[in-house]
């Protein structure tokens, strides 16, 4: 455990040093062409600078309580034919590519391939439809073992496709504590999304 | 690329490395004796600091969600680890974790870790015998020691070494890890003579020794077949470029069996019974690999030895849904039929089924299949979702 404290405390240092971290909300908030209206402040994470393993190449990275923590992943706005996510360096995979006509159970896979790059253990549990931003669209729940000190995550996404764009939210936090203390902010926050369609 | 590291032949690689030409000679080299156990160095030496090292990495791998906890399998596992190393099976523990590529390593200080992928591929209980004799003939010869003292001679290396293993916990466990297994590579004539000292186990133990070099031809089918799928230019030389050629290396393998009597057991049936319980999840985490090439041949072989497993041809047309290139789709729909003809394939088959023929327009046949999903899973998770598949069909 004092390991795993300094691996955070090291893991915020090199954050702090190289990257931007800045405050978003409350209030209307917009990421690409979608808006939100939180009810409190999350913290932004430049994600040009760092790729986090449960995030790569995400739009935007935000944060309630420190990215070693909660994650709440945006992957919107990838138009038919781009790529979703990044490959890690060191695997150098190739990333899977985004279809308007997808089925949502190949989004759902496609999203987990991203997030697994690491050797992370990813399984979705519910996947049900969902009204999303304004459409129609599905919501699914996950559980994602961490590879790197193999950390149980619990994690929920929130998916539409709009003028043939992909619009896809997964927040995720540790399942002791974490996640049941958070997801309700999440979901009210998802609550006020709104794609222009 | 782990799985490059592994076949360069870190200093916890299995058959990292390969005997070749002057192996042969060796297949004559006088009678290899088991030394006796081995104590535990002085914490103050450099073997007593590579120790340590190992115990911190081995505690936290105690802790780790990845390490499979099933006791049958684990005392299967550990009954050949004991059949092979004999009076030193007390010194080596066994830890099985869910990793799904081809490895298994053995630290100095006796942890053993063997990857679900290794498991996965291999055929029988004398082909595992092989991989784990050859990882307990790199134990037995002390090699990490020689390759850490051979390093420390290195000045830069050496003080570099010396922090690495006095500071551990500084840095990532893992990039420790990962640069001290670096550091310690194998070298050739090491890796010749875990291979001959795991030839003369497996044949002390009983197995059919000629295994050892099926397992190499496997692998390397297996690897040819996922560069080619890549488009990558396939070049032993510079996968080997510190090992041997391949062909000779499996040669040597058979030579050297051959010299030991070709006679023992390979205990399939044994292995197939032992590995039942997880081989489903192993598949799965297979097939998330998204390495089409190495999963089709895998596949195919393990076809060859149950044909008339269901889940292994619905595990095939998952491979192609999966790639969904030219006529991958044909294929999948293709091997699902087949799959349906046989036993244990899992209901999912039909949502598979459905969802690629969705792709290919045919909505009848797609609506017949999530039908035929939710009349054998009314309460799957994504039942739900699966009726609104339904209804855009209609």
Known sequence: MKRRTLLVALLLLALSACTTITKVGPGQVTVKDMSMTLEGPWNKFDSSAVVLYQAPGATEIWTREGFNLDVLAFYVGIGDGEAIGMSLPRTQKKMPVFRARMAPHEIVEAFESVVTQDGSVFKVGKLEPARFAGGEGFRFEYELRRKGDSLLFNGVGYCTVANKKLYLLAYSAPHTYYFGKLVPGLESAVRTANIKR | ?394
């Open chain 2, 1 to 394: 690329m782990q799985r490059r590291r592994f076949v360069l032949g870190c200093g916890c690689a299995a058959l990292g490395g390969l005997p070749w030409a002057g192996a042969l000679a060796q297949a004559e080299a006088p009678e290899w004796k088991m030394p006796a156990r081995f104590a535990r160095p002085d914490a103050s030496s450099d073997e007593g600091s590579l120790w340590a090292f190992m115990d911190r990495e081995e505690h936290r791998l105690k802790q780790s969600a990845f390490v499979i906890r099933d006791k049958a399998l684990q005392d299967y596992v550990t009954g050949i680890v004991c059949k092979l190393a004999g009076e030193h099976c007390p010194d080596i523990r066994v830890y099985i974790v869910q990793t799904p590529l081809f490895n298994a390593s053995m630290a100095p200080n006796g942890m053993m870790q063997v990857w679900s992928g290794l498991l996965l591929r291999m055929t029988s209980e004398a082909q595992l015998a092989a991989v784990l004799g050859h990882e307990i003939g790199h134990y037995l010869a002390r090699h990490s020691i020689e390759r850490l003292r051979d390093a420390k001679s290195k000045s830069a290396a050496g003080q570099f070494l010396g922090i690495l293993l006095a500071r551990a916990g500084g840095l990532g466990a893992i990039s420790q890890l990962a640069l001290l297994a670096g550091m310690l590579a194998y070298s050739r004539d090491q890796e010749r003579e875990a291979d001959r000292i795991g030839v003369e186990l497996m044949a002390r133990a009983g197995y059919a020794p000629l295994e050892a070099s099926r397992v190499w031809e496997q692998l390397l089918e297996e690897l040819k077949a996922g560069a080619k799928d890549r488009d990558e230019y396939w070049d032993e030389s510079v996968l080997f470029k510190t090992h041997p050629p391949a062909a000779e290396r499996q040669k040597v393998l058979a030579d050297l069996a051959a010299a030991k009597g070709a006679q023992g057991r390979t205990g399939a049936d044994e292995y197939r019974a032992a590995l039942a319980q997880h081989r489903s999840d192993f598949l799965v985490d297979e097939l998330k690999r998204h390495n089409f090439g190495e999963t089709r041949v895998l596949l195919e072989r393990m076809q060859k030895a149950f044909p008339d497993d269901g889940e292994l041809q619905y595990c095939l047309g998952e491979a192609y849904r999966l790639r969904a290139q030219d006529k991958d789709l044909t294929e999948a729909i293709a091997a699902y039929r087949r799959a349906e003809l046989l036993k244990g394939a899992p209901a999912e088959m039909y949502r598979s089924m459905g969802l690629v023929q969705r792709k290919l327009g045919d909505e009848g046949q797609a609506e017949s299949a999530f039908a035929k999903y939710l009349e054998l899973k009314p309460t799957a998770p994504d039942s739900a979702l699966i009726r609104t598949y339904l209804k855009r069909t209609d």
